[in-house]
């Protein structure tokens, strides 16, 4: 199973709203990504957890916070979030330690924010 | 931290022509990956290169890693309609950080 499973595919939300993003992984990785990713832009890093601890955070706004229950799954849990964070959410995975293997990516959320 | 910057941003070809992307860092790299996006779709990984002066070929696509490590190439001949989509060069790092340069779209038409 090279899969990584994200729901849901499409959301809409108001601003006062709370939702959470999922993602899940047989794959036996230890390093999961969120992404964020703007029409016709790269995707854009958010946050990295390694062995299920959070070990990157770039800086994002904290109406995103980010949950790794166990080593399959990732949420993002979203709070308050304004219109400008309509975008695609991406979910990768990839074997821990360092930057040197692929990244398997899910199909992506495409969230709306009204 | 700095990005990776590609060149060009769209190209549209014939089907049939060659196509060339580049991707251009301002720091030594450890690695680069390229990663292939479809419309709609989510990246998917084509290749890692790590040693200075790489070059790897899968079938009509053919990657190239400078000597000094500070850019990429990737390369395909004879386009078709299939090689639609968005190709993105990607840096690794430290603590599994993996940064996406600025991408390539590529239009391929009959």
């Known amino acids: 199973d090279t899969e990584v499973t994200q729901t849901p595919k499409h959301l809409v939300m108001g601003m006062t709203n709370k939702k959470s993003l999922k993602c899940e992984q047989h794959?036996?990785?230890?390093?999961m990504y969120w992404y964020k990713q703007k029409a016709k832009k790269p995707p854009e890093l958010m946050f990295v957890?390694?062995?299920?601890?959070?070990?990157i955070n770039e800086s994002v706004p904290s109406r995103f916070s980010p949950e790794c229950p166990n080593s399959s799954l990732l949420n993002l849990h979203l709070h308050a979030l304004q219109p400008e964070d309509s975008a695609l959410y991406l979910c990768?995975?990839?074997?821990?330690?360092?930057?040197?293997?692929?990244?398997?990516f899910g199909q992506g959320t495409r969230l709306t924010v009204v | 931290g700095q990005q990776v910057m590609q060149i060009p941003q769209y190209q549209h070809v014939q089907e049939g022509e060659d196509f060339t992307t580049y991707c251009n860092s301002s720091t030594t790299l450890s690695n680069i990956q390229w990663y292939k996006q479809r419309p709609g779709g989510h990246p998917v990984f084509l290749i890692q290169l790590v040693k200075s002066g790489e070059v790897k070929k899968q079938k009509r696509l053919t990657f190239q890693f400078g000597e000094a490590k500070k850019n990429s190439s990737l390369h395909i001949t004879a386009t078709q309609t299939t090689d639609v989509g968005t190709y993105f060069c990607?840096?690794?790092?430290?603590?599994?950080?993996?940064?996406f340069g600025t991408g390539t779209r590529l239009q391929v038409t009959l």
């Open positions: 990607a840096k690794g790092g430290t603590a599994s950080k993996l940064t």
């Open positions: 794959m036996g990785h230890r390093a």
């Open positions: 990768a995975s990839s074997q821990a330690g360092g930057a040197r293997t692929e990244a398997f």
């Open positions: 957890y390694s062995y299920e601890k959070l070990s």
